[in-house]
């Protein structure tokens, strides 16, 4: 195969889809009974079909392996027809809640657009269409009993998906409160007036071969970049309401994640109060989170007994003169930890009297901030300086 027969234009959004597919795949196993998922995957997987299809190089190879000229039409309009059918589905059930009448309206949908595949199938079976087209069999057999209903029930079941697609958005979006979802249905709209262009321009070229006009590099050249366009913004368009929420969460995560690092490397010296079960680190970023803050707050509560209040005190005090007063907690926080964490390996209890039961949410509230100072300052860790000396060398 030659670089040329790869059609860059087409595999790049097929790897995409197919990427996305993938990764749904993990979720589509776990809750395969939610109809939600099972309709967003099979979305991906007729997009990603869509697209192998379409591939020039696919079509020759569909029409050679079934030795049948030009079946690759009707298999690809199909699996096109498909696909709008589940885009119509997933806008209702974005916007209607689960009941009698919803589950109606989409069985109905599915049974219209069931009805249009078996007609792509019966029109083309009953055409005589001999002569391989792969780049322009629209125009081409524009005017040949049957493939002329063939190319025209696909054209406007496209055409009438993607209005109605876009009146039942754009009645909606207004009443829209999440953002993920708004900008979902904004590529969706943007994709399915893509979707109008490649009909328009279908059309018209077909409308000239019917008038004995040459229009067909409307349909070779114009129509091809928009129909990419089309599918690739619709398939994102139903994929960011799911996949964004997830992702900035990920990112969250992991950005806290990071975070709390050098405030729990310092804090491993000191063992937890009960055995804690193992968490690989190829385990979920959540559960490696949740264990890593569950170990941070139980050595707090172990090393209560050995926390100096006055200590950290002043070193707050001393702090607020060179910094505000987040990054002073901070810093006190972090000297405060360090002392405490010394008087636990000797084994020197502050005087129980003067502790409260806790070590302070003035510690407890701020981890963040004296997680992130221990990592911009290492030598904070210095136990031997008092923390009024240590401030001063202090993030």
Not at 280 to 307: G, K, Y
Request: glycine content about 4%; proline content about 6%.
């Amino acid at each position: 195969m030659e670089l040329s027969d790869l059609h860059i234009p087409y595999v790049v959004p097929t790897l995409l889809l197919a990427a996305a597919l993938l990764c749904k795949a993990p979720t589509l196993v776990r809750a395969w009974r939610d109809a939600d998922v099972r309709a967003t995957s099979l979305l991906l997987a007729l997009a990603t079909c869509v697209f192998i299809s379409v591939t020039p190089v696919n079509i020759h190879r569909i029409n050679a392996i079934t030795g049948v000229p030009n079946i690759a039409a009707p298999w690809t309009y199909s699996l096109l027809t498909a696909f709008c059918a589940t885009c119509l589905t997933m806008i209702t059930r974005w916007r209607e809640a689960p009941s009698t009448a919803r589950a109606r309206k989409m069985r109905r949908v599915y049974m219209i657009y069931t009805g249009i595949i078996a007609g792509l199938w019966v029109t083309f079976l009953l055409a005589d269409v001999p002569d391989e087209r792969i780049y322009d069999l629209d125009t081409h057999y524009a005017n040949t009993p049957f493939m002329r209903e063939h190319i025209v029930l696909y054209l406007v079941a496209h055409l009438v998906s993607a209005l109605v697609a876009a009146s039942m958005i754009g009645t909606w979006f207004s009443q829209v409160e999440s953002r993920w979802l708004k900008a979902g249905l904004v590529c969706l709209q943007v994709g399915y007036a893509s979707g109008l262009v490649f009909d328009g321009a279908k059309i018209a070229a077909i409308s000239g071969r019917w008038s004995g006009t040459d229009w067909d590099f409307l349909s070779t050249n114009v129509a091809p970049p928009f129909a990419l366009l089309d599918a690739v913004l619709v398939a994102v368009g139903f994929i960011i309401p799911q996949a964004g929420p997830a992702l900035h969460q990920w990112f969250s995560d992991r950005r806290e994640y990071r975070r709390l690092y050098p405030l729990w490397r310092v804090l491993r010296v000191i063992e937890p109060s009960s055995a804690q079960a193992r968490v690989s680190r190829w385990a979920p970023l959540d559960l490696r989170l949740l264990q890593r803050e569950q170990h941070i707050h139980d050595a707090m509560l172990r090393l209560a007994p050995f926390f100096d209040a006055e200590s950290y005190t002043d070193a707050f005090e001393a702090g607020q003169a060179r910094h505000n007063a987040t990054t002073a907690r901070g810093v006190a926080g972090a000297m405060a930890i360090c002392s405490a964490i010394e008087a636990f390996r000797e084994g020197a209890p502050r005087d129980a009297s003067e502790q409260p039961a806790l070590i302070g949410p003035d510690i407890t509230e701020h981890i963040h901030v004296i997680s992130d100072c221990m990592r911009r300052r290492p030598r904070l860790l210095g136990w031997n300086a008092t923390p009024t000396e240590s401030i001063t060398h202090a993030c």
